[in-house]
């Protein structure tokens, strides 16, 4: 179908709560590559994981979309059935979730566990499942892995767990692995670990990452290419020298500003983004960041910006540049 | 393990004495005693009949040689029913109550946790709501009303089935419906709550996320989960059932643990009482000791203190 | 300079004054604040949305007027009998009130027809569910008082205190709860009965020494379960982090009790509350069917229900009719406690 692992475009996905619809996704494209790396960074409620849970057939209940297309390594995930999508989970696409301390069932063994998604979609034997369980935590880096498949998850740490939580997400070789902020419940220095070990794996295995965090830091030393999202919206898509170096939408500006840096002078200044999200139960008609943004425009109060585009890969929704563009053809 | 249910089994003796004392002075304090409602005794042959169950002793007195002879498993002879011990009362008793209410709890259990999950995987739509409104409706009506419709309907008007004794099967079907109503809607709604519970835990997501069936996943994953709040009511529900509901036994005419004590607390007859009272107690603490190890075999999470 | 590719296409919309920067209050103007709204507001308005909550709310209070209000303005009363009158099918006349009619006296109906002894069965109905009421409701706080005060105090001291006084509640809850309503029943007849002989205690009399006797039943052996879950709701709260922040604020132990402890666990107290009326009434309607109830001719739904039992097979409305109130009263408190729980169990949001 495309040359693409994945390939988003227009997404669009709503809540229907009782409080009304909460618009989640508000046109979301996006594509990734085999192998490849892509960090999808905003703050919570962005749309980030909806977006991820979505491509999976994950999306919790009230939550329908609206429309755009899903296609992931050669499936239109819009017409997938249940059936369909069960054979995909785990095998083609898997996912580690945000909190490792809660995403294990706490009654069986993480041995177990493993073994499920072996069980689910190869053929191997019993003996077969227990010698891959062994191998898969050796290669997440767990010592002791026969010792350990015997053990419960309340027995293991936090970072234990996120790696058990990668194990069985690697179990079956997926050609995508989705990562939702999988490092944010865990000590900074289990982080780094597990942030090494991914890339390790993805060196190892070959399989595209898809990157779900706020954390711009975590996103610099790993990702090819970095959606910027905020509202249910990309604000600002590039590869990630663009996104640091010549960022193009307030908003990501405002992100960079806000988080610190080595090489700052001694009294240089943190600045936060000042404000609060926007509620998506009543999106604003113009641009989602315009209450919040410092340069912001007549127009941004009135109407969403075009997209705007910086060469091959490097856009952003930002009337900012509609306006350099006007006003002589900035150079890109 | 092995040494929680010794120090369990040590709290348990205590206790067990604790309310036998409790019960003993309650009992001998009320008003009235054994021998008064009987018609036509003399002073002097109720004197004769307190001697001779030793209730002339002082009060303390009785209280140690009953202790005594019940550490001994002599618990006495009952003070009404002429030449029977309370022991081979219990031992005649007891199992007529436990087998209905036994099948009462086992079917609580089988219809109440599937109703349960059905009712919580429906969640808001039209299943759901039947189920929860007639669990509702069934925690709602008390039991004689129960019995008394069942038996109106059944037995009376439809003649379907008997309403006396316990004779044949059919004899079972209404004691055991009339016992197991009001325990299956509890579990019903007991388990659609803990299991909506679970349902939204994370891990279910991640099973989901692995390719796990729905329906898979609401057996290996959500179920045992889900299922330990049942447990843990199933210890003292299984422990008051299996004794016998005087109720139920009253209408139906069974002759059952449940009767017997209600009829040894109006007679005051003494040692069938305090053997009864200490029997329950007993059957009940045992019950907890068994939740608590079931709950650990089922959740490993559980440490036993 | 390079070309830009399609700059008419927005120029025909767009003049330059849309450029020019936005206000701070203009800015504002877009942020639509969802209004905030305290717990209590929030609870009530999802209460509110709760269609069987307020239907059994509703149904409630109808029965509270019914049976409080109804029978100030009933024509019969609870202990008066009808000579003739006895049995009589819902709406039927006797042979007397019949003559009566005939000689053209109104004659009120017995909407619910009569009992063996010729009372109107429609304000014994109506006094049966205003004893069961007060049973439960009275019940319900004396339980509420007794079990949070254990309970809390129990939470507050910890250490062998806390031991002690759960061991407590676990022996009243091992001890057949029936063993002690019947002793207690009995053991409390005479010294009632004198105490309402005394001057000044002449209500004992007029609630009847029964009525008074349940009272102290479950306020001796109920309020277990009540202390257990304050004890334990205490608990989890001590431990919580805004307990600790509120403390490291320098909160005095009376403000943290007052705005912490007490908020959080008001919920639930109402909610166990609302649920316990329902078990009382149950209880009660037991103990009439022992014939341990309130004092006859004082009638409950429980009393009402037993008594027609023996009567079943020939008129079987006179157990249906109490026994469906009761079942209506039971069920209503149920839903009513649930939809208080969704609404106001801060645990339950969303």
Known sequence: MSEYLVSIEHERLSFFTPAGEVKALNDVSFYISEGEVLGIVGESGSGKSVTAYSLMGLTAHPGKLLGGTLDFNGHRVNDMTEKEFRKMRGNEVSIIFQDPMTSLNPVYTIGNQIREALKLHTDKNKAERQARAIELLELVGINEPEKRLKQYPHELSGGMRQRVMIAIALACEPKLLIADEPTTALDVTIQAQILELMMELKDKLGMAIMMITHDLGVVASMCDHIAVMYAGNIVEYGTTDDIFYNPKHEYTKGLLRSIPRMDSREHERLVPIEGTPVDLLNPPKGCPFASRCDNCMQICLREKAPVTHFGDIHYTSCWMNQKAELEGGEEK | ?305 | MKENPNPLSFQARINPDDFLPASNEEKQSLVIMRESVSFWKDGVRRFRKNKVAMVSLAVVILIMIFSFVVPFFYPYTYEQQIRGSEHLAPMQYSEQEQELRASGEHVFPHILGTDKLGRDYAIRVMMGSRISLIVGLVAAVIILVIGSAFGSIAAFFGGWVDILMMRVVDIIYTIPDILLIVLLSFALKAPLEALGMMPGFKWIQLLGRNLISIFIVFALLYWGGMARMVRSQILTLKESEYVTAARALGAGTARIIKKHLLTNCIGTLIVTTTLQIPSSIFTESFLSFLGLGVAVPMPSLGSLASDAINGINTYPHLLFIPAALISLIILSFNLLGDGLRDAFDPKMKN
């Open chain 2, 1 to 305: 393990m092995f040494k929680y249910i010794l120090k369990r089994l040590g709290i348990a003796v205590v206790t067990i004495w604790l309310i036998a004392t409790l019960t003993f002075f309650l009992m001998n304090m009320v008003p009235g005693g054994p021998f008064l409602s009987e018609k036509a005794v003399s002073p002097a042959a109720m004197a004769a009949l307190e001697a001779k169950y030793g209730l002339d002793k002082p009060l303390l007195q009785q209280y140690v040689t009953y202790i005594g002879d019940a550490l001994h498993g002599d618990f006495g002879d009952s003070l009404k029913q002429r030449g029977r011990t309370v022991t081979s009362i219990i031992a005649t008793k007891f199992p007529v109550s436990a087998r209905i209410g036994g099948l009462a709890v086992l079917a609580a259990f089988c219809i109440g946790v599937p109703l349960g999950c059905i009712s919580a995987m429906n969640r808001g739509k039209l299943g759901d709501s039947i189920i929860i409104v007639i669990a509702t409706c069934g925690i709602a009506v008390p039991s004689f009303v129960i019995c008394t419709v069942l038996m109106y309907t059944f037995g009376v008007r439809l003649g379907w089935l008997p309403t006396l004794g316990l004779g044949s099967w059919k004899h079972y079907i209404m004691p055991v419906t009339a016992l197991a109503f009001y325990p299956t809607a509890y579990i019903t709604r007991l388990m659609r709550s803990s299991m909506l519970d679970v349902l939204g835990q994370d891990y279910m997501r991640t099973a989901r996320a692995k390719g796990v069936s729905q329906f898979a996943s609401l057996f290996k994953h959500a179920l045992r989960n889900a299922i330990l709040p049942v447990v843990t009511y199933l210890g003292p529900l299984l422990a008051y059932t299996v004794t016998g509901s005087f109720i139920v036994e009253k209408i139906f005419t069974i002759p059952g643990l449940g009767g017997e004590f209600i009829g040894s607390i109006t007679n005051r007859d003494y040692t069938v009482i305090m053997g009864t009272t200490i029997f329950l107690a007993t059957l009940m603490i045992l019950m907890n000791v068994v939740v608590d190890i079931v709950y650990k075999l089922v959740d490993p999470r559980i440490k036993l203190k």
